[in-house]
């Protein structure tokens, strides 16, 4: 497997590339520090999995070229950032996962291991200043708990196993139902809530619950 690593701190790259062939057997990573070298690293072969730092000097246009010209290929944001509007940011541009870089190395690897089997990672953020002091966990969410959004009960069912990185296959086994259809729910619950992707609607919903 190769992994393409853009991050501008030598030893924040040597940490994730050692951790990243710990936890993955035969992980080549492939360590650069600028979006020119991801770009040329990006020429010669497309990786299994892309690790890009936003504070990278035109990393964020990077990763919104990344998601228009390969649109299947999971990328994961490191983030010094825990801010929804940031993650919001990340997501709606085409990442794949968001960890704040305060994340403990088994959520980093968690994480990665979720998107790749296919799934999406949103971690907890921190609310605005504004809204309540309590943290957000969109993965502990209950059905329950999106009663306020308007969705119907099996779109919130969906929802709730949407904020549990499952894939479309695996919400079918869940629910007993074909994968056209589960399709079919994702896409009407990313229509009522406005998202562009599954990791996005999450956040959405997270955010008006609040």
């Given at each position: 497997m190769r992994v393409l690593l853009v991050d501008g701190f030598p030893m924040v790259r040597a940490a994730l590339t050692g951790l990243i062939e710990q936890h993955f057997a035969g992980a080549q990573v492939q360590g650069?520090?600028?979006?020119?070298a991801a770009r040329?690293?990006?020429s010669q072969a497309v990786p299994r999995l892309v690790l890009l730092d936003l504070r990278v000097d035109g990393g964020f246009e990077l990763l919104q070229q990344l998601h228009r010209e390969h649109l299947l290929l999971p990328v994961v944001v490191i983030s010094?950032?825990?801010e929804t509007e940031d993650a919001l940011q990340a997501i709606g541009a085409g990442a794949m996962g968001y960890v704040p870089e305060r994340s403990d190395l088994n959520t980093l690897?968690?994480?990665?291991?979720?998107v790749l089997a296919g799934g999406t990672y949103v971690p907890p953020l921190r609310p605005r200043v504004d809204e309540a002091p309590e943290p957000v966990v969109a993965a502990t969410a209950a059905p329950?708990?999106?009663a306020g959004l308007p969705l119907t009960p099996r779109q919130k069912h969906v929802l709730h196993l949407l904020t549990q990185g499952l894939s479309n296959k695996l919400i079918a086994r869940e629910l007993g139902v074909s994968v056209e259809t589960v399709k079919d729910h994702v896409a009407a619950v990313l229509k009522a809530l406005g998202a562009n992707s599954r990791t996005q609607a999450v956040l959405i919903a997270t955010q008006k619950m609040r």
């Open positions: 650069v520090d600028s979006v020119a040329a690293a990006l010094g950032s825990d690897v968690q994480a990665l291991h979720l329950q708990d999106w």
